[in-house]
């Protein structure tokens, strides 16, 4: 048995997940319930962001405690992602204690072995505020697409990253006063001395995307530079460094940790221990993350890791999506584009059918666009037609002909035989791509079972067969609730509620997740087994829901902004 460590991009605080953020939470429950159905060894961690700049800024307008925001915004997400059916073993926060003293920790370790030196430079100052304005903290024009209301830290109308300095016209981001410029010490982490050693271990890692290699490869060949890891900020965790003064750790380094942090809690609280998993080179971890994170990912973690312990293991896989838009637009809280994780169930209030629709829509290889037609065409036509209609026509089937009892067979002719072995391929197909994390090319083998299992009921017509060979419509159905069970077990990680009544639908008083994958044998359920209480596993969209969904949106986003909490209302 392996150990895993699964692990989600920690959302910033200030917004509730819109679904391209939802994706990776997802991403990581789905990998974790596949992990364990393996019978491997995981935990699965993530956690609310909550320093930085955004959070302070709007805590200073208001002239209330950030930790007021982020105590009601994170209990919220909580709350959100259990309706989501998202289970990962730790959602932790960097507001953590275990989380501030260990990122301390880890900090002092890099300090002592040589990475870190402090260098003077100069930021943006508002004498009015008496404040260094990193980041969020000053606003002015792009210099590269002259969007206006530019931030220190990024553009979000063109998406460049940008240094506070390189802003047109300047304004403090509270009082909207003119900044002068002023000289501050920070302290840096020297990037530059570990760029062969990440170099080689990119190089080296046949498990990472080719997006992620090829991108993070160049980023070394431009040369890296030391990053600075202190910000002149009060909200954060106070740097532990010697003589500084109102400096917090950069929270981009310290959210990095938080992975190590949100596993050293949740096997402490197991009675395990930390160094059981972080400290075994064999243990892998996996990281769902979007693209726009993969240097944080795929260089500076690694680059942290190596300088601190080289016993921690270096990701595994970094499964890096590109971007899903919304109906050809980027997702955007400030223009309102986009479809948020609390609106959505108000839409459609079971998580399994946008748990199913994402897992489709994952952008893998390249954008992909969410639209309102594509989402009911995968719920009412591969969620419903193709796998419930084949999962309810069986059971009724055995219960209409069979006393609700799963028939004896009888022996399997070629056309059994072959079912049987596409079923098996379609099965190893979706193992072995869960392995590599593409989890939209695993639910096709998913779709691939369902039909070949329409296809068989279609063939042998067991409708027929039961008119002239009791014996004969017998095995057919075996085989067919044989099917259903195998199409059960791979829909549970993305689809948990469904397959869970689907399995009590087949008999099985157990819960599902104590079952486990064996890839040679696709016959799990025995003749004799009774069928349980039957209703259709999915339900279809209305007709007139493409017609009606901007009066459907509208609505369902009233009624979340009614439930957030004031600071996350927008």
């Known amino acids: 048995m392996g150990k895993w460590v699964v692990t989600a991009a920690w959302p910033y605080i200030n917004s509730v997940p819109h679904l391209g953020t939802i994706l990776h939470l997802l991403g990581a429950d789905i990998m974790t319930r596949f992990l364990r159905m393996l019978g491997e060894d995981v935990i699965s961690v993530s956690g609310s962001d909550e320093h930085g700049t955004p959070i302070e800024v709007e805590a200073r307008k208001k002239n209330i405690d950030p930790r007021k925001l982020t105590d009601e915004a994170h209990s919220y997400i909580v709350k959100l992602l259990k309706r989501w059916r998202i289970e990962l073993d730790n959602y932790s926060?960097?507001?953590?204690?275990?989380h501030k003293q260990f990122v301390?920790?880890?900090m002092l370790r890099l300090e002592s072995k040589g990475y870190i030196f402090t260098q003077k430079i100069v930021l943006p100052y508002c004498e009015r505020d008496r404040i260094f304005l990193p980041d969020r903290f000053v606003e002015g024009r792009c210099p590269r697409c002259g969007y206006p209301n530019a931030r220190g830290d990024q553009?979000?109308?063109?998406?460049?990253?940008?240094?506070?300095?390189?802003?047109i016209s300047p304004k403090c981001a509270i009082c909207g006063s003119k900044p002068i410029l002023k000289e501050t010490v920070h302290w840096f982490f020297d990037l530059k001395k570990l760029e062969d050693p990440v170099r080689k271990w990119l190089e080296a890692n046949k498990g990472l995307w080719d997006n992620v290699k090829n991108y993070s490869l160049n980023w070394i060949r431009e040369g890296l530079k030391p990053r600075s890891i202190t910000r002149d900020n009060e909200w954060g965790i106070e740097a532990p460094f010697k003589e500084t003064v109102r400096k917090t750790i950069?929270?981009?380094?310290?959210?990095?940790?938080?992975?190590?942090?949100?596993s050293k809690e949740v096997?402490?609280?197991?009675?395990?221990?930390?160094?059981e998993f972080w400290y075994d080179k064999?243990?892998?971890?996996?990281?769902?993350i979007g693209k726009d994170n993969i240097p944080f990912h795929a260089v500076i973690l690694p680059a942290m890791l190596i300088a601190s312990d080289d016993r921690h293991p270096l990701p595994a896989v970094i499964s890096s999506t590109e971007y899903l838009l919304y109906e050809g637009e980027k997702f955007s809280k400030s223009r309102r584009v986009g479809l948020w994780a609390d609106e959505?169930?108000?839409i459609l209030e079971d998580p399994d059918y946008w748990r199913f629709s994402l897992a489709r829509m994952r952008p893998e290889e390249r954008d992909t666009n969410f639209s309102w037609k594509e989402f009911m065409r995968i719920v009412n036509s591969e969620l419903n037609d193709d796998i419930g209609n084949f999962i309810y026509r069986v059971l009724s089937f055995i219960v209409r002909y069979f006393e609700s009892r799963i028939p004896e067979p009888g022996e399997f002719d070629d056309i059994d035989r072959e079912v049987i072995d596409s079923v098996k391929a379609s099965y190893n197909g979706y193992i072995d791509k869960m392995l590599e994390t593409r989890i939209k090319q695993a639910s096709e083998y998913i779709l691939e079972i369902a039909r070949t299992g329409n296809q068989y009921i279609n063939r042998r017509a067991p409708w027929d067969e039961i008119k002239r060979d009791h014996r004969r419509a017998g095995t057919?159905?075996?085989?067919?609730?044989?099917?259903?069970?195998?199409?059960t077990l791979t829909l549970y990680p993305i689809t948990p509620g469904a397959a869970q009544k689907i399995w009590a639908m087949i008999g099985f008083e157990e819960p599902i997740e104590r079952t486990r994958y064996n890839r040679d044998n696709i016959f799990v359920v025995n003749s004799g087994r009774s069928i349980g209480k039957l209703e259709a596993p999915f339900k279809k969209l209305p007709q007139d829901f493409l017609a009606r969904i901007s009066i459907i949106v509208e609505d369902a986003r009233k009624k979340a902004q009614e439930d957030r909490p004031p600071y996350l209302r927008f």
Do not use: H, Q
């Not at 926060?93 to 275990?98: F, L, N």
């Not at 950069?250 to 949100?262: H, K, M, N, R, T």
């Open 250 to 262: 950069y929270v981009w380094f310290e959210a990095l940790l938080g992975y190590l942090s949100a």
């Open 93 to 98: 926060r960097t507001e953590s204690e275990v």
């Open 104 to 106: 301390r920790e880890f």
């Open 344 to 346: 959505a169930l108000y």
């Open 282 to 288: 064999n243990t892998k971890t996996i990281y769902f």
């Open 155 to 167: 553009c979000e109308n063109c998406g460049s990253l940008l240094d506070p300095l390189d802003l």
């Open 476 to 487: 057919t159905m075996y085989i067919a609730i044989n099917i259903v069970a195998i199409l």
């Open 267 to 275: 096997l402490e609280r197991r009675g395990r221990s930390f160094e």
